[in-house]
């Protein structure tokens, strides 16, 4: 042994709880941050499913910060679980939520009355023309940008598919402790 490796520390490994919930809660900033990007720079509104699907971004950094709180002050193991089953559901539940508003997209089933499909109340004739002036809608299934043959709500499932194997992984790793 050197002098020079004497003084150097031995670097302890992160937690897997630590490192699943870092990496999640990351993701879901970078994730929101694009969304913002693409309705306020881009001024690609979303509909009401995109913004449905926000939620679980909502979700997971508050929840992914505590665990990592949690991890770094040597929280009990059940608390560092219930944390990354929380991060694990909520974005394996968005997964679906992302597809099912991508099948609508493609076509392949209807989706909520509230954003596709014919509009069937249009208000009385003396407001209609003052309301179509200030009213924009944004259809869920219609697709306002495509990458690489992908909507922004396809992105969204491989995301949240991603968020969740590694909230699983990090779920499991701990477990095993």
């Not at 509104?45 to 709180?69: D, F, K």
Request: proline share 6%; with cysteine; hydrophobic share 55%.
């Amino acid at each position: 042994m050197t002098a020079a490796s004497a003084a150097i520390p031995a670097l302890k490994p992160a937690s897997p709880a630590l490192m699943a919930s870092l990496a999640v809660t990351l993701i879901a900033a970078v994730t929101i941050a694009g969304a913002w990007f693409f309705q306020l720079v881009l001024e690609i509104l979303p509909c009401p499913l995109c913004l449905e699907q926000r939620y679980a971004y909502y979700l997971a950094m508050p929840v992914g910060a505590l665990t990592v709180i949690a991890a770094r002050s040597g929280a009990p193991r059940p608390l560092l679980l219930a944390g990354l089953a929380i991060l694990a559901f909520a974005t394996l539940a968005n997964a679906g939520l992302g597809a099912y508003h991508s099948g609508v997209e493609w076509g392949f089933w209807k989706g909520p009355t509230d954003c596709s499909g014919p509009v069937v109340n249009l208000g009385s004739a003396k407001d209609l023309l003052s309301r179509l002036d200030t009213v924009k809608v944004v259809r869920c299934d219609e697709v306002q940008w495509r990458f690489l043959g992908l909507s922004l709500a396809g992105y969204n499932v491989l995301i949240s598919l991603l968020m969740a194997a590694i909230a699983a992984w990090g779920f499991a790793a701990t477990a095993k402790r």
